[in-house]
Structures are given as C-alpha cells and as structure tokens.
Nanobody, 127 residues
C-alpha cells in the first residue's frame, strides 16, 4: 500500500518555526516531484511549495517565498517543509503530495497533477 504520512504540525506563536516531514512508503518516490499544499477552513486547497525529482528545482507560492524551504532526502523517501517566521495566515491543514515524472525539473503547482496524497497535519499559528 502506497502511503504518505506527514508529521511535525502543531501550535506555534507568530514568528516561530516548525518543520514538517512527509515519509513515503510502499514504493520509492525518487522519480516523483513532491509538494506541500494547505487548506484553511472555508478556503480552497492552496499550493505552498514543490520540489523536482532531482531536488534542484523548487517552487513557492508568493506568500511563503523567503520564509519556507522545501527539501527532500530521497534515500529516506522523505520531503521536508521548514517554515520560519510563521504568520497567523499560515494556519491550515498541510498535506504532502507526490507525482511520478520523467522530467528531472518539473515542479507542478496544480493539485490534479499529483497522484499520491497524505492525510495532512494541522499547523496553528497564534498571536
């Protein structure tokens, strides 16, 4: 059974940091682009960050650029999201996702291009 399992969410004060992890199992994800999405109550799911299968290309939504960093360790089948200078507006359920690709550079931002999804981890930023 192919799974993605997130961890690292929690409650943090504005200005603080969290590091999310997403571990894949059931198959290797080394040939996949991977991404983080988030969904706040009453809002649509939003692309946060993505990383290519090679790990050399990354993409961020404007609101997190310079504050969040996505990385991956393919030997551990894991993708990370380091979140610094968190803001109240970052409060959401964060999910990781993966999609197979032949391209070493592709980093999609559209949810429909991702095949596998985790269950999510809640991030709550307080004032």
């Amino acid at each position: 059974q192919v799974q993605l399992v997130e961890s690292g969410g929690g409650l943090v004060q504005a200005g603080g940091s969290l590091r999310l992890s997403c571990v894949g199992s059931g198959r290797t994800f080394s040939a996949d682009f991977m991404g983080w999405f988030r969904q706040a109550p009453g809002k649509e799911r939003e692309f946060v960050a993505g990383i290519s299968r090679s790990g050399r290309e990354t993409l961020y939504t404007d609101s997190v650029e310079g504050r969040f960093t996505i990385s991956r360790d393919s030997s551990k089948n894991t993708v990370y999201l380091q979140m610094n200078r968190l803001q109240i507006e970052d409060t959401a359920d964060y999910s990781c996702a993966a999609g197979f690709t032949f391209s070493p550079t592709a980093v999609p931002s559209t949810p429909t291009q991702y095949t596998y999804w985790g269950q999510g981890t809640q991030v709550t930023v307080s004032s």
